[in-house]
């Protein structure tokens, strides 16, 4: 329990822990470095005096050093990352297609040539003959539901 009292123990601790930083990178160990040191001036003013305030302060001081070095670095280092569509189908909707075998009358299925690939298409109803344009409705299963395209 002296130890836990001891200036000097945290005081060590908080070098041994900023140092540690370089070993692994993060931040995290440089919090609990700042914490500990926050620790060893408390007990040096008196402020702690017993094992209990020592820890309760070592844990919320290094928490709020942890959100508050969190919110800093995304301010001052925003991040690059950005989120793009990932439904493929919304990248599908209103693109051109060439007909590449009749497709219909009726459920008729046929051919069109989509992003360099050979695509099962269904239509309308309607007869879309082999060179034509349509253009992509949805995509139904592994199907694309296409429209003859309006010139």
């Not at 040191?37 to 928490?63: C, E, M, P, R, Y």
């Not at 990248?91 to 051109?96: I, K, L, N, T, Y």
């Amino acid at each position: 329990m002296e130890l836990l009292l001891s200036f000097e123990t945290w005081i060590v601790l908080a070098i041994l822990l900023a140092s540690a930083e370089i070993f692994v990178p993060g931040g995290i160990l440089l919090n609990l470095g700042i914490a500990s040191l926050i620790v060893a001036i408390g007990i040096k003013t008196a402020l702690l005096t017993n094992g209990v305030a020592i820890f309760t302060t070592w844990f919320i001081s290094a928490t709020i050093l942890l959100f508050v070095g969190y919110f800093v670095t995304n301010k001052f280092f925003p991040s690059k990352q950005r989120v793009d569509n990932t439904d493929e189908e919304l990248d599908v909707f209103g693109q051109e297609v060439l007909v590449t075998h009749t497709i219909g009358p009726g459920h008729n299925k046929g051919r069109v040539d989509f992003q360099g690939t050979s695509w099962t298409a269904l239509g309308d109803g309607s007869t879309i003959e082999q060179g034509s344009k349509a253009t992509i409705i949805c995509k139904e299963n592994i199907s694309l539901v296409v429209e003859p395209k309006n010139n």
